[in-house]
């Protein structure tokens, strides 16, 4: 069956080091990935997306990673910031007649110290 | 362009009554998705549209949830005769032709 994990359910680090998530997927052919940010309560928001023949993509301090053969995405966040605190989720999106349907992982909280 | 809205917010209703979300997407998106997530989890999608036309309905979706969209534009989540386990942010999400997808602040069920 169709499996998307994020390698861990907590990431806790320092103030001004980098942030990197995984997001590892099986027995699925995504058409892209994409990266959200949500705080508690709320909806997830929208940071990236990366295409299935694009290798990495940037904005601002978050960076993507789309490795197919490997059948995983890195999100990296640099000069973390507490503000940054949150659960961040990896979704993909298939193919065919699943285009458009986002499958999520279950997500990472990750906490920023000051 | 405001996003997509959903309301309630939250909803707290007895066992077995039916309970209505209603969720406006973001003006000229085609698409519109429902999800639920409860705690810990990420979203598990429902069902989406494509204008009115419902399109995939997942097997999470039981005969006591209804979806619609009856003119291509708001959509409304029906649940009726419902029960504990249906207690979950339930979510709606919009997008133009199946690229990004943007989702609303979600609309928080508690079955008592």
């Known amino acids: 069956s169709q499996k998307i994990e994020q390698n861990s359910e907590a990431l806790n680090i320092q103030e001004g080091k980098t942030a990197t998530l995984t997001c590892n997927y099986t027995n699925y052919s995504p058409a892209y990935l994409q990266w959200y940010r949500q705080d508690p309560g709320r909806g997830p928001v929208f940071l990236l997306l990366i295409r299935e023949n694009e290798k990495e993509k940037r904005k601002e301090r978050l960076k993507v990673t789309f490795d197919t053969t490997l059948k995983q995405s890195l999100f990296h966040i640099t000069a973390s910031q507490p503000a940054d605190s949150a659960t961040y989720l990896c979704?993909?999106?298939?193919?065919?007649?699943?285009?458009?349907?986002?499958?999520f992982g279950q997500g990472t909280i990750l906490t920023v110290h000051p | 362009d405001t996003g997509v809205s959903q309301n309630p917010r939250h909803k707290i209703t007895k066992r077995g009554q039916n309970v209505t979300f209603r969720c406006d997407p973001i003006s000229e998106h085609n698409r519109l998705y429902w999800y639920r997530q409860t705690l810990g989890q990420g979203p598990e999608f429902l069902t989406y549209?494509?204008?009115?036309?419902?399109?995939?309905k997942s097997r999470l979706l039981s005969d006591r949830f209804s979806a619609e969209r009856p003119k291509g534009s708001f959509s409304t989540l029906e649940i009726q005769r419902t029960e504990q386990g249906d207690s979950a942010m339930y979510l709606c999400?919009?997008?133009?032709?199946?690229?990004?997808?943007?989702f609303g602040e979600g609309s928080w069920l508690t079955v008592v």
């Open positions: 979704a993909l999106i298939g193919s065919g007649t699943s285009y458009g349907k986002l499958t």
């Open positions: 999400a919009s997008s133009l032709n199946g690229n990004t997808i943007y």
């Open positions: 549209f494509q204008n009115e036309a419902q399109l995939e």
